[in-house]
Each structure stands twice: as C-alpha cells, then as structure tokens.
C-alpha cells in the first residue's frame, strides 16, 4: 500500500482541523520549555508550589505562548473576524479565573504528560465570558514543549442548564423542607424514602428512624385492618384525600387530612397535615354554640332574634318570663306584640329605613323605652338592638331588661341627691372655714420652720435638689439660700462620705426614713462641721419628698472627745493608785494576821474586835482595788469581736453557779438571739447582771429568775428581772457610778463596781443601759447592742 506524502498528510491535516465542530488552538510554548528548565525543579510538586507562588512568572508565561494557528470554530467561539485577531497572546482571552486551571496546564506539561482536560473560562474579543471544556494533546512526542494542540468546547449553555437544575432542585428542596405539611414519599410497596422535617416533628421519630418505615406503621392498627392504604387506586392515577388517625412515636394518636397522588417516576407522595387544631376549633364552636344556648335560656334579660321583616325567630325563657308569652305564641310575629301602640308606626318605618338606606337610630346604641306585657300592662324597658347578614339576608338581635326597679331607685337617687345638695351647701361652707384654719395652720408651721435652732430641708427625692431650707441651715452651711434652692449637697460638695450618704438613702428606701445618722458636711468655707441628722418621707401628689432635720453636734464631738481623753487619763491614774495601794494593804493584812496568830491570847476583847476590824476593812479595801483595777483595764482593753451565741452562755453561766442557790431559784429563760461583740467581756456583763439578780432575790421564799430578749430593726435588747428587793428609782442616776451602792453592805455584799462595769463594757461595744424597779417588787437591767 502506497504510504501518504507529507503534503497529503499536512492537506488531510488541515482539513480536519478547519473543519472540526470544535475549536482547535496550535500555541508554541518554547519558551515555557526553556523557562521551566532554567529554574532547575525537577518535581512535580516543586513546579506547583513555585508557579502558585510566582503570579509574575504566570502572567509572563501568558505573554510568551504565542497562538500558531486558530481554525475556523474558533473565530465564531472567540466572535474574531479573521485569525489574526487570535494569533498574538494568550493574555488576550484569559481572565483572573482561569489561573489556577493554566498553572496545572503548565505543570502538566512539565511532567510530559500526553493529555490535559479541565473546566475554565474565557472571554470573546468582544468581553464576553464563555465557559468552556479545554483539552490538550501533544501530537509530536519529540518537541515536546514546543507545539501543543488545545481544543476548546463551548459548554456556556450546559453550565447555564446545570445551574438553573441546580437552582430548580435548591428550589424543591427549600419548599419541601420548609413546608409546614409534612410530606412523605415512598416507593410502590409504601415503605418511606423521603420525608421532610415537619413530616419528622409531626410524627416524633427521627429521618433515619422512618426511613424504610412503612406507611402502615403509622396508622392507627385498627383503621390499617378497616380501611388499608389504597395503592392500587394510587397507581392507576388517582388523587386520594382522605382523614385518618395516625400514631406518633410516644403512642399519642392525631387527626390527619391526607392528600396523596402517584409521581411520574412511580412514587407516591402524601402531603399531611395535622387538623388538632381544626378539629379542636371545630368542637369549641359547638361548645360556644352550645354556652349560648345555655346562656340565653338561662340569662334574666329578654334575648329576641328578628328576620328582616321584624318577625320574631327567637324567644328565650328571659322573654317569656317578662313579657307572659310563651315561645310557640310569638313565633313569626311581629316584635310590635310586645311595644305599645304609640311606638308601633315608628318602629316598622325605622326598620324599613335602614333595610332601604342604612340609616339608623337606635341600632349599636342603647336606649330606654317601654315595652307591653301579655296582660297589657305598661313598664320601662332597656334595649340595645344589633344586625348583622346570614345567608344574604339582615338578622336582627335584641336584649331588653325590665327597667322597672332601677326607675323607682333613680326617684329614689334624686330624692337623696336633692337631700346631698342641701348638704353640700352646709359642707362648703364648713370648708371654707377649714381652708382658713389651714391656712393659719401654715403660717404657723413656716414660722416654726424657720425659727428652728436646728437645720431643716425639704428635698425631692427623685434627684436629691433641695426646694426649701431654713435659716438655721443657711447659717449651719454658709451659703445663701438662694444658692441652696434647686441643688443637691453633692453638687454643692457638702457631702463629706459618700459610703455615709448611700447608707442613710438606704435607711430611706427600705425603712421610709432614718433617725439620728452621724455624718460630716463641710461648709462654704470649706470647714467640716459634724451633723446628727433624721429624715422622715412624706408623700404629695405621687411624688416622694423627704424632711431632713439636721444638729450641729460640732461643740459637742469636741467635748465627747475631750471627755474621753480626761476618762482615759482617769482610768491610768485609777490604775496606777490601785497599784500604789497594794503594797501598804498587803503590809496591814500581814501584820494583823501575824498579831493574830502569836497575840491573840493576850488580848482583851476590845483589843480582838480592833484586829478583826483591820483585817475585815482591809480585806474590803482589797475587794474594792480589785475592783477598780478591774474598771480601770476595761479602758485600756481592744474589742474583740465575734459572733456569740448568748442563749449558751448565759445556760453556762448559771450552770456555774453553786446548785443551792440555782436550785432554790425558779429560772426563767426565753430564747436569746446572737450578738456581735467581745465574748470576753459580755460574760462579764453577764455574770454581774446575774449575781445580783441572785444577790439581791436570796431573801425571798421563792426567788425568780427571768432572762429574755427582743429585737428591733437598728439593736437587740436584753434583760434580766428578779423579785428581789429592788430598788427607790430617784436614785437610779447613781446605779451605775463607780463605788455606788443603794443598799447597806450588812444587807449585801458587794463593792459597788460591777454595774459601772457593765455600763463601761456595753458603752465599748456602742450600746446603752437601764433599769427599772419598784421597791420590794424587784428589778429589771436591759442592755441594747447594735443588731
């Protein structure tokens, strides 16, 4: 066989290629060859990390594949007039998109691969995107490199028809799944292949779990037996809507209205949906029908239904009751039966004139008139008439009330009105009279308010500006009371501690005021003055204001310090005179013992009375220093605090005491709350508060004992009350004076320190103490401490 000539392989060649339904591109990349090699990457995966990092390289690569022929499909792909419009450069039809498909077309050349296919887009010389399908073969093995063949399919339509199945499916898909029916597809034998999420959330099983279910398991068994799915109506086209009972998954059964049809690819679909609710509203409307039935059969007032002619359709028990006929009388007659006969004529064109033109005069509104019983008697009605359209036709509904008792209480209600006129007249002008008193009333409290020594303030509230003030506080702040009025006392920096100023607006909002508040304000003059200041709320047109009543204590903190230093020095100089006294003291008690024991013999009787005496007063003048040491060291002494529980101490404390004298004692002792406080020094008021009640109620056949405690809301009060002898309260200014005693020491036994003990004790811890008694009727301590 003769072998073809290189022209006859060339001419078949270019047959082929200007006559392909493709377009077929011949591009020289040479210089891509050379390139490639000069960088000196030998893998693959080199090629692509170096082309992927090097933008420039590609863009040159671009340049530099030059475009060696084109054929005929590419001119009307491209909309190129001639090939010379196409044979420059690639850059010419390439867009930014396409660079990742030319960096592997690069790298497949680089590994000598024989074929390349891949997805891309370009543009026509006219701007106009194309997505296209490019494969590329090399035809000559051996210049590899130098000559390749890229043939370009338009794919533009298939992309576009891709896209809207896309969009169309996306489409299907959201509505499906979306829908608030649930929808449910299955093959031929009914089992579920598809379901949506309301199918899912109506039923309560998950998708996977009604995957490959069968429509039967969902249906009730009894109406799966009674009434089957009917398939075989299905197949042969039928749309089936029918209402069935189905089962969830916890058991719980629903009304379902079901719609299925027989899809084109042989599967059925069923749109479902849950009627509960229909069903439910269904029942509720013939509950309300039923409730009106009920209500007007039951109701007081006349309930009377009219047709648009005026004759009566309805007639309740109320109707019959108040107007004596019964319903099988009134049926389709006139609702003129029960009018007088003055309002007949009336009536009848009033109807026809709203049927006419719409106009009316007593339809929406309520109105009085009078209606006629059976036995003809006149009385006052109430009627209040409303229409509305059934069945094209105007219906009329009316409920009248019997009138007649409301009419003879308004004669009464005038009758007492004209009564209360009269009265009023007398009250106004007692008014009058008391608006004069009042007025004089406030003359007299705007005097007191200003001729007040102590500061007074009228403040709002809602913003804590001051709206009236007194002279004593303009004096107490140095500013002019003009420059008071409209500010608050943190905007005119009299406030000193804020922490102070938030508590008293505490005191204020939980307690409605706050009584004797310490605090520091400093003046004009920049000066800090101490305040005792009390506040009281008061309410005036719905809005809260507050009276402040300020002490300048000033004077008197100096003098309370003062006061404190000269105790303070007192108690060191007590101390240190007791301590001075012992040596002497103990001197005395010594000899007189050392005279006893060796002399005593030897004395007469005035002589042993004498020593006996030393040593007895000596032994007092011990107890007494004991004592006064005692009450000097309480000033020197920190607190310190903790939470006590005073109801088990006081239990101990006398548990301590000797059994004769608890035993001989009937104790009382109610339940004590806890305090905060040194526990040190609170037994030690304890104990003296005890062992004088014991003391001073030893004489009494039947000593009684009673320990209790109240609460308020700013301190907690103790006492202790015995029966004892008590005491003449004119001199009970002198109970708690150091070395005071209000009865004989030949009586009682004591030196006369422990209640000033106590008063000092309860004094440290910012609290206060009293008594009161009666003589012969025993006697009450108490003893405060902040709660």
């Given at each position: ?14 047959t082929?290629?200007?006559?392909a339904?493709v377009?077929i591109?011949e ?32 863009r040159?690569?671009?340049?530099n594949i030059?475009?060696l ?8 792909l491209?909309?190129a007039?001639?090939k ?9 039809v390439?867009?930014p ?25 370009v543009?026509?010389l ?19 490199f ?6 370009i ?19 299907y ?11 449910f ?9 598809e379901?949506n999420?309301s ?6 099983y ?13 249906l009730?068994p ?19 809507l ?16 079901i ?15 849950d009627?509960s609710?229909r069903?439910?509203?269904r ?6 029908e ?12 006349a ?5 648009d002619?005026?004759?009566i359709i309805?007639?309740n028990?109320g109707a019959e ?11 389709q007659?006139?609702?003129t ?13 009033g ?6 033109t719409?106009?009316n ?7 009085e ?6 036995n003809g008697e006149?009385?006052p009605?109430?009627i209040?008439?409303t229409s509305w ?19 003879r ?11 209360l ?19 004089e ?8 308010f ?6 007074i303030t ?14 004593a ?5 140095g500013?002019a009371?003009?420059?008071l ?10 406030v000193v ?9 505490r ?11 310490e ?6 003059q ?18 809260r ?7 300048d ?18 108690e060191?100089?007590s ?5 001075d ?8 008690i010594?000899?007189s013992?050392?005279?006893?024991e ?6 007469d ?6 020593v006996?005496?030393i ?24 607190l310190?605090?903790s939470?006590?529980d ?7 404390l006398?548990?301590?005491?000797s059994p004769?004298?608890?035993?001989q004692a ?8 806890p ?11 304890w ?11 030893s004489?009494?056949e039947?000593?009684v004992?009673?320990?209790g ?13 015995d029966n004892?002898?008590?005491f ?7 109970l ?7 009865h004989r020491?030949n009586?009682f ?7 000033s003990?106590?008063?000092k ?15 012969n009727?025993g006697?009450?301590?108490y ?5």
């Open positions: 066989m003769k072998q073809p000539t290189i022209q006859e392989r060339e001419l078949r060649y270019r082929i290629f200007e006559s339904a377009s591109w591009e020289d990349f040479s210089w891509c060859k050379s390139a490639l090699r000069n960088l000196g990457l030998e893998e693959t995966k080199d090629i692509r990390k170096y082309l992927a990092g090097n933008p420039d390289f590609v040159q690569a671009l340049l030059k475009v022929d084109v054929n005929q499909q590419s001119l009307k491209f909309e007039k001639s010379d419009e196409l044979m420059t450069s690639l850059d010419k390439f867009v998109e396409t660079l990742p498909v030319f960096i592997e077309e690069l790298a497949a050349i680089a590994e000598g691969s024989s074929y390349f296919e891949s997805e891309a887009i543009k026509t006219n701007g106009q995107l194309r997505n296209v399908l490019l494969t590329i073969s090399f035809p000559d093995q051996a210049s590899l130098d000559r390749v063949l890229v043939s399919i338009d794919i533009t339509e298939r992309k576009r028809i891709e896209e809207e199945l896309r969009v169309s499916e996306l489409r898909r959201s509505l499906v799944e979306q829908a608030m029916d649930g929808i597809i299955s093959d031929e034998k009914g089992h579920y292949i379901v999420p199918a899912v959330k109506m039923l309560g998950t998708k996977e779990e009604l995957m490959g279910m069968n429509v039967q398991e969902v009730v009894e109406e799966a037996k009674s009434n089957p799915p009917r398939f075989d109506e299905l197949a042969a086209g039928k749309t089936i029918s209402i069935r009972n189905l089962k969830r998954k916890d058991g719980s059964v629903f009304p379902a209205e719609n299925a049809k027989m899809l084109s690819d042989g599967k059925m679909m069923g749109m479902v949906r009627i609710e069903r439910e509203a029942e509720k409307l013939q509950a309300s039923e409730k009106f039935r009920n209500l007007t059969e039951t109701a007081f007032d309930i009377i239904l009219m047709d002619a005026g004759r309805f007639w028990r009751l108040m107007f004596g006929y019964e319903k099988w009388e009134v049926r007659r006139p609702l039966l029960i009018m007088p006969e003055k309002y007949r004529t009336l009536h009848t064109q109807i026809q004139r709203y049927l006419r719409g106009e005069k007593v339809i929406g509104r309520v109105v008139l009078e209606g006629m019983r059976k006149i009385f009605i109430e209040s008439i359209a059934a069945d094209s036709k105007k219906l009329f509904s009316g409920i009248i009330r019997d009138i007649t008792e409301r009419k209480a308004a004669e009464k209600i005038q009758k007492l009105n004209e009564e006129e009269q009265k009023v007249t007398e009250r106004t002008a007692q008014l009058h009279e008391n608006i004069k008193q009042l007025q009333s406030e003359e007299k409290f705007q005097k007191a200003q001729a007040s020594a102590a500061g009228i403040t709002r509230l809602s913003d804590a500006t001051y709206l009236e003030v007194n002279d506080f303009v004096n107490m702040t500013y009371r003009e420059e009025i409209g500010y608050s006392s943190v905007e005119l920096g009299l501690s804020m922490k102070k100023r938030e508590e008293v607006l005191q204020i909002r939980e307690h409605g005021g706050a009584k004797d508040f605090m520091t304000v400093r003046n004009k920049g000066n800090l003055l101490e305040v005792l200041t009390s506040v009281e709320t008061i309410l005036l047109n719905e809005e204001f507050a009276i402040n009543i300020i002490h204590i000033t004077e008197r903190k100096r003098a309370e310090e003062q006061l404190e230093s000269v105790n303070k020095e007192l060191s100089f101390y240190s005179v007791s301590h006294l012992r040596a002497p003291l103990r001197s005395i010594g000899y013992k050392i005279l006893e060796d002399h005593f013999e030897k004395l009787d005035s002589g042993k009375r004498t006996s005496t040593q007895q007063n000596a032994l007092r003048m011990n107890s007494l220093i004991d004592g006064l040491l005692a009450f000097a060291k309480l000033g020197k002494k920190e310190q605090r939470e006590i005073i109801h088990a101490l006081v239990q101990k006398i548990e301590e005491y004769t004298v608890s035993l009937e104790i009382r002792i109610d339940p004590l709350p305090a905060y406080g040194d526990e040190a020094l609170l037994r030690q008021v104990s003296n508060l005890l062992s004088n009640a014991f003391k001073y109620s004489k009494r039947k000593p004992i009673e320990v405690a109240s609460r308020t809301e700013t301190e907690i009060i103790y006492f202790v009350r004892g002898v008590g003449n309260m004119q001199y009970v200014h002198k708690f004076g150091v070395f005071q005693r209000l020491a009586e036994e004591g030196t006369g320190i422990g209640l003990i106590v008063h004790i309860v004094e440290k811890h910012k609290g206060r103490v009293w008594a009161e008694s009666r003589v009727e006697a009450t301590f003893f405060a401490l902040p709660a």
